[in-house]
């Protein structure tokens, strides 16, 4: 397995893992939930990769190396707080209130809350030593 595989899996269990359980989303409404893990795992992702960057850049020293890594979080946050999707998926179970759906919406709600403090932990550590002096 690669690293790459195993972020993935990692984000799959740490981020929702109850929505392997989850009807296929073969409706909007499941369609609208599944999308709250999905997009939540995608971001973590990409700001995994950002910070790797940053991280791997020998010319930053370890201050600039968590500034920059808080600045990517300070944005990502942001886009979480203006996205839709988990707004989208709130007003879809409004309308089939069932408590399969109720469930899943509390699973999603607390993946996308995992999700941001997922990238606020990587924020606040470095990989590796700081060699530079």
């Not at 370890?62 to 999707?85: C, G, I, N, P, Y």
């Amino acid at each position: 397995m690669s690293d790459k595989e195993f972020t993935e899996l990692e984000l799959r269990v740490t981020i929702c893992p109850g929505q392997c359980g989850w009807p296929k989303p073969e409706n909007i409404i499941w369609q609208k939930l599944h999308a709250v893990p999905n997009e939540a795992r995608e971001r973590v992702s990409k700001v995994y990769a950002q910070m790797d960057e940053i991280d791997g850049n020998a010319d930053l020293s370890r201050e600039d190396k968590h500034h920059r890594r808080s600045e990517v979080m300070a944005q990502t946050l942001a886009e979480f707080e203006a996205s839709k999707t988990l707004v989208r998926a709130r007003e879809a179970v409004r309308c089939d209130a069932s408590p399969a759906t109720l469930k899943a919406l509390e699973q999603a709600t607390t993946g996308w809350n995992r999700a941001m403090d997922k990238i606020a932990e990587r924020a606040g550590r470095t990989k590796g030593p700081d060699t530079r002096r």
